[in-house]
């Protein structure tokens, strides 16, 4: 019995000792090889749509000012919204500038008047 389990223990060691020499050999025969065509980063990289959050490959994306899209739709709609948030912001600017202009000449007629 002692026999047994001696030669269970054994086999155990050497086989994965050997697992261990097969995956250094792999390793090194990667890296002796170097990248293969098929690991090409750059064609797999995942980015994400500005309008829906949508990952998908760079490749099959559409690219404007720095974003991402999905489809042409979405960049569309992005960049309309883009515009009215713009005009939206040059608005208020022109509505505190008036505002400005109105207190300094209320300011200006309260002074005459005092």
Known sequence: MNLLLIR?????V???AGLKLYRMYREWKLDREGP???DNAQGNR??????CQVHLPEDDAL???????????HRDK????LKE??????EQ???KWEQKQQDTKDEQNDKRGD
């Open 93 to 95: 600017k022109a509505d």
């Open 63 to 73: 690219r404007e000012r720095g974003d991402w899209f999905c489809s042409g739709d």
């Open 8 to 12: 269970l223990i054994l086999f155990a």
């Open 78 to 81: 992005y960049l309309a919204e």
């Open 46 to 51: 995942m980015v994400r749509c500005s309008w």
């Open 85 to 90: 948030e713009e005009k939206e912001k040059q």
């Open 36 to 38: 293969s065509e098929g």
């Open 14 to 16: 050497i086989f994965i």
